[in-house]
């Protein structure tokens, strides 16, 4: 079975930074693109970053380009969201999720057949 475990959440100021991590198992995690995906109370769930199978290539919401930075290290199986200068609309729910339908990197959560549990990212005024 797919499992993914998402963590690294918390509290943390308006301009401070956390890393997220997501650690895969009971699958061929160099198979597969991780994607991020956040949701803020109220608001639809919203594609944040996507790292490729193969090169790793990296992907993000145009919003949060220069701000975010997604790696993945396949030999521990883990995927990482570096998130720096955190603005308060950046508090929600982090989810991570895989996919295996092609190379490239989906957009939207609909080709992503495996989530794992969400994380939550609290940032504070």
């Known amino acids: 079975d797919v499992q993914l475990q998402a963590s690294g959440g918390g509290v943390v100021e308006a301009g401070g930074s956390l890393r997220l991590s997501c650690a895969g198992s009971g699958f061929a995690f160099d198979d597969y693109a991780i994607g991020w995906f956040r949701q803020a109370p109220g608001k639809e769930t919203e594609w944040v970053s996507c790292?490729?199978?193969?090169?790793?290539?990296?992907y993000y919401a145009d919003s949060l380009k220069g701000r975010f930075t997604i790696s993945r290290d396949n030999v521990e199986n883990t995927v990482s969201l570096q998130m720096n200068s955190l603005k308060l609309e950046d508090t929600a729910v982090y989810y991570c999720?895989?996919?295996?339908?092609?190379?490239?990197?989906?957009?939207?959560?609909?080709?992503?057949?495996?989530w794992g549990q969400g994380t939550q990212v609290t940032v504070s005024s």
């Open positions: 999720a895989a996919d295996n339908t092609g190379w490239a990197c989906p957009d939207r959560a609909v080709p992503f057949s495996d």
């Open positions: 790292i490729t199978r193969g090169d790793g290539s990296a």
